[in-house]
Every structure is written in structure tokens, then in C-alpha cells.
């Protein structure tokens, strides 16, 4: 076996060991690598690196040693190198090709959201039960197709992921089309827990569920800032010794 093809092998068995966490980690690094490749530079250390971005030097080695060596003691890690690494870590060394089911007003949005592009993935078919928007397209043109033909349109446009986008009640029955259709990762939107098979991955977007913990975080800080603020001063008691007022 050659070494390149050891090395592809050892980084497909640590993918598959990796946490969740790890792995959001990785988008994440990425993300850092490409604005300091941006700006210029070359080489960085674990050290520079979280101070700039706010991340944990001790973390980011941990992280990186799963899938082999990349820095060189005293020179740090190069940047593109490391880059292109994470990217094909990633998966992210070919186009992703992703449908949305669910053609509504979040469906849309997603659909036309311009980032999709320059990250690795394309958004080729919309999906959706309702005859109004059947056989219209969204904005930037992806069209949208009944639901109904999601396994044939699956296997022509070679869809690996799909983007559920459709109301609670919905969710579990478009979630089985899908998996039936063939397609074993789905991020889901609707604010609904889903039960996949054991051969697919399921990623959910509770939009409701972030904001509840937003709030969470707002209602302690405002608790703690009632707990540390000074009480008022009893009428009456805005005086030291006879005769001399306090200074403010």
C-alpha cells in the first residue's frame, strides 16, 4: 500500500471515530485558515492561532493529531497546506450536491443563499406537495418538483444530502421519503426530533430551541446584575455626621 493511500485510509477510520463536536471544530479551523491565507500568511502556531481567533491552542493540537502530523516543531503549521488537509477531512474536495424539501418561504431562502456555492455544496432541486409552486423556480432557478418524484430526481442529479424545511407535522413522513429515496444525511429545520436509520446521518436546526438558550443566558445576566447592584439608600439615611452630606 502506498503511503498516500495509508494516509487516506488512517484519515477515513478517524473520520469515522470523530465526535460531532470535533468535527464543527474542523469547519471552524478551516474558516480561521482561510482568512489568514486571505491576509497573506504563511505559517502559524497552535499558540498564535487561538489567541487571534479565540480558540484553545491545547484543543486544536488534540484535534489535528487524529488525522496525523501537520505542524513542524518551531516553524508552526503552513497555512495553505493545512487547508487543503481540512478540506479534504471535510469532504470537501468535490461539490455536494443537496436538495431542499420544502419549497416554502425558508426552502426558498436557503435555496438562493449565495454561500452554498463557494463552500463545497449545490443546491440543484426543490421539493414540495403544494401544485402552486410545482414547476416554478426559485429566484437564482433552482426549480421545484413535486415530492412525489424525489427518488427519481435523487438518482438523476446524483443528491446526496437533503435540507428539510417543512412544518412539524410534516417532518417524520418527509424524513422517510428521503431515506427511502436513498439519501443518508439530512439536516433537519422542523422543530421536530426525527428517529434516522442507523446507516444515515441527521443533523438538526432548532431555530426556536437557540433562541430559548439566548434567552436562558439574558435572563442570568440580568439576574446577576440585580444580585451585584447597589441597593437603594433608605430615606432618610442620606446623611454621615451631623451636618455633612455623603459625596456622591
Same mark, same amino acid.
Given at each position: 500500500?502506498s503511503?498516500? =493511500?495509508? =494516509?487516506?485510509?488512517?484519515?477515513?477510520?478517524?473520520?469515522?471515530?470523530? #465526535?460531532?463536536a470535533?468535527?464543527?471544530?474542523? #469547519?471552524? +479551523?478551516?474558516?480561521?485558515?482561510?482568512?489568514?491565507?486571505?491576509?497573506? $500568511?504563511?505559517?502559524?502556531?497552535? @499558540?498564535?492561532?487561538?489567541?487571534?481567533?479565540?480558540? =484553545?491552542?491545547?484543543?486544536? &493540537?488534540?484535534?489535528?493529531?487524529?488525522?496525523?502530523?501537520?505542524?513542524? &516543531?518551531?516553524?508552526? +503549521?503552513?497555512?495553505?497546506s493545512?487547508?487543503?488537509?481540512?478540506?479534504?477531512?471535510?469532504?470537501l474536495? &468535490?461539490?455536494?450536491?443537496?436538495?431542499?424539501?420544502?419549497?416554502?418561504?425558508?426552502? @426558498?431562502?436557503?435555496?438562493? +443563499?449565495?454561500?452554498?456555492?463557494?463552500?463545497g455544496?449545490?443546491? /440543484?432541486a $426543490?421539493?414540495?406537495?403544494?401544485r402552486?409552486r410545482?414547476?416554478?423556480r426559485s429566484?437564482?432557478?433552482?426549480?421545484?418538483?413535486? /415530492?412525489?418524484?424525489?427518488?427519481e430526481?435523487?438518482?438523476?442529479?446524483?443528491?446526496?444530502?437533503?435540507?428539510?424545511?417543512?412544518?412539524? #407535522?410534516?417532518?417524520?413522513?418527509t424524513?422517510?421519503?428521503?431515506?427511502?429515496a436513498?439519501?443518508k444525511?439530512?439536516?433537519?429545520?422542523?422543530?421536530?426530533?426525527?428517529?434516522?436509520?442507523?446507516?444515515?446521518?441527521?443533523?438538526?436546526?432548532?431555530?426556536?430551541?437557540?433562541?430559548?438558550?439566548?434567552?436562558? +443566558?439574558?435572563?442570568? &445576566?440580568?439576574?446577576?446584575?440585580?444580585?451585584i #447592584?447597589?441597593?437603594?439608600?433608605?430615606?432618610?439615611?442620606?446623611?454621615?455626621?451631623?451636618g455633612?452630606?455623603?459625596?456622591?
Open positions: 500500500m503511503r498516500n =493511500s495509508a =494516509s487516506s485510509k488512517a484519515a477515513g477510520e478517524a473520520r469515522e471515530s470523530v #465526535s460531532e470535533t468535527a464543527g471544530r474542523l #469547519s471552524v +479551523y478551516l474558516r480561521c485558515l482561510a482568512a489568514l491565507e486571505a491576509e497573506g $500568511l504563511v505559517n502559524i502556531s497552535s @499558540q498564535e492561532l487561538a489567541h487571534r481567533f479565540r480558540l =484553545s491552542s491545547a484543543q486544536i &493540537r488534540k484535534d489535528l493529531a487524529t488525522f496525523g502530523e501537520f505542524g513542524i &516543531r518551531g516553524v508552526g +503549521y503552513e497555512i495553505g493545512l487547508k487543503r488537509h481540512l478540506v479534504s477531512i471535510l469532504g474536495d &468535490r461539490t455536494r450536491r443537496v436538495a431542499i424539501v420544502g419549497a416554502g418561504r425558508l426552502g @426558498q431562502a436557503l435555496a438562493d +443563499y449565495g454561500g452554498f456555492g463557494s463552500g455544496f449545490r443546491i /440543484v $426543490l421539493f414540495d406537495t403544494d402552486a410545482i414547476g416554478s429566484r437564482s432557478g433552482v426549480p421545484v418538483f413535486d /415530492v412525489r418524484r424525489l427518488p430526481v435523487v438518482s438523476r442529479e446524483h443528491i446526496e444530502i437533503a435540507v428539510i424545511t417543512v412544518p412539524a #407535522s410534516a417532518a417524520a413522513e424524513a422517510r421519503r428521503c431515506w427511502d436513498g439519501l444525511a439530512i439536516l433537519n429545520f422542523a422543530p421536530v426530533r426525527l428517529d434516522p436509520p442507523s446507516d444515515s446521518h441527521l443533523k438538526n436546526v432548532d431555530l426556536k430551541i437557540n433562541l430559548e438558550t439566548l434567552s436562558f +443566558y439574558m435572563a442570568r &445576566r440580568n439576574e446577576s446584575f440585580r444580585e #447592584s447597589p441597593s437603594p439608600r433608605p430615606p432618610g439615611r442620606g446623611r454621615g455626621r451631623k455633612e452630606a455623603h459625596a456622591l
